[in-house]
């Protein structure tokens, strides 16, 4: 089942391709397995114990030896890592029950590592959810562009990113829920982003008398908002065409002159809610002169957009990966599209060119991860709640950690603003 799903994916691991990998019948298969996903679910939770087992629970091993075990392992085994990383966020409800099950009790031990480290090192001002969201962040893509075999020489980059977190002096170091509550308050852009839970509202019936052209392009946007919604409320794998189509309120015949299928709207539905949040980004970050003042400004224009996106955000962040190998491609490659607002950090500061290229991947997978924990919890709404956690790690590895920490406690200490600048209302 693992070589299966790393070959093929969650959805290509059927039962003949599992059976034909194991050298065994189909009714051997049925003898042990009532049938593909309870299959997958035991091989999920057999790495899920090798994963617990190679994190112990106390923090006696160095934090640098545990990452290059980890690597090293990965290395050894690219299909077990594809499907920890990537596959088992594809599975059916019971496998991501399992997934987030693990990653909670891998979280809990690593907050050991960061909290006290061993050998008297200074205490992490990271939580444990962000830093496996790092690592993962830049492991999980080349795993999936099969790249494993050299991932051992990624340690150092990785370290250094770590590293730039440390505290060698008070404060003190803050839980996920303490950041929380430090971004409790902030209110966000006042804007409405304009986006497919938006359009989903307001785009008329019928044809009328629009131009076929305009009625072409709102159809799509119908079928794009419906792809959202649906992916949502039924998930990926259980939403049809049928449901797409009654959702959007077209037919058959509209759906397929615009897409060749399912998975076609889904990739355009990604692609729209990418195109979006970088342009409604963007524009608030090119506002400013400051890059660590634009990077704050760009954090809370990207939360204020998916926060009130949550149907986009269940596309890019949960049913991505039950999509298939082009929606995964696309989710990573996205990714990328983001750390373009990073690149002025490599040039903040004297030692700025001696940052890692890859802290950028980390980064970006730092937001990922701390995203789609969020929606997880149920507090996809609350996204900005983020925002000084977010801007904090985003900004240390380049101007340093104290001047992080104080940019952060500043802004948060400023008077809500609208748009044009001045105090919002209420």
Request: charged residues 25%; aromatic residues 8%.
């Amino acid at each position: 089942m693992v070589a299966a799903a790393a070959r093929y994916g969650y959805g290509g691991a059927s039962v003949a391709r599992v059976v034909k990998e194991a050298g065994v019948s189909r009714a051997t298969f049925y003898e042990l397995f009532e049938d593909r996903d309870s299959c997958f679910l035991a091989a999920y939770r057999s790495l899920a114990e090798a994963i617990q087992g190679a994190i112990p629970d106390n923090a006696q091993q160095p934090l640098g030896e545990l990452i290059q075990e980890l690597l090293s392992e990965a290395d050894r085994s690219p299909a077990a890592a594809r499907v920890a990383l990537i596959e088992g966020l594809a599975g059916d409800a019971s496998v991501r029950t399992e997934h987030e099950a693990v990653w909670t009790i891998v979280e809990d031990r690593l907050e050991a590592y960061l909290a006290v480290p061993p050998g008297g090192a200074a205490p992490l001002q990271i939580p444990a959810r962000a830093l496996m969201g790092g690592v993962t962040g830049v492991v999980a893509p080349r795993i999936f562009r099969g790249e494993a075999g050299h991932l051992e020489e990624l340690r150092d980059d990785l370290l250094a990113w770590i590293d730039s977190y440390a505290l060698p002096s008070p404060p003190a170091r803050l839980s996920l829920a303490a950041w929380r509550e430090k971004g409790a308050g902030l209110s966000g852009v006042a804007d409405e982003a304009l986006g497919l839970e938006v359009l989903g509202r307001t785009l008329p019936r019928g044809r009328g008398a629009l131009s076929p052209a305009r009625v072409a392009k709102e159809q799509r946007l119908r079928i794009l908002a419906a792809v959202a919604e649906l992916s949502r409320e039924k998930g990926y794998s259980a939403t049809t065409v049928a449901d797409i189509v009654a959702v959007a309120g077209i037919t058959r015949e509209a759906f397929y002159d615009q897409f060749r299928d399912k998975d076609d709207a889904f990739l355009a539905t990604q692609a729209f809610g990418l195109e979006a949040s970088v342009a409604f980004t963007a524009a608030r970050f090119f506002a400013r002169a400051e890059w660590p003042d634009r990077v704050w400004d760009g954090l809370e224009a990207l939360l204020s957009y998916v926060s009130g996106q949550k149907s986009l955000m269940y596309v890019e962040l949960i049913e991505v990966y039950a999509a298939g190998n082009a929606a995964i491609h696309r989710s990573f490659e996205s990714r990328m599209a983001y750390t373009l607002f990073l690149e002025e950090g490599y040039r903040q500061g004297p030692d700025g060119s001696k940052v890692p290229r890859l802290v950028s991947e980390a980064i970006s997978g730092v937001i990922q991860e701390l995203f789609r924990n969020q929606i997880v919890i149920g507090r996809g709404e609350n996204m900005l709640e983020l925002l000084p956690l977010i801007a904090y790690l985003t900004l240390t590895p380049f101007i340093g950690a104290a001047s992080a920490l104080d940019l952060v406690e500043a802004k948060v200490g400023e008077p809500a603003r609208d748009r044009r600048g001045s105090p919002a209302r209420g």
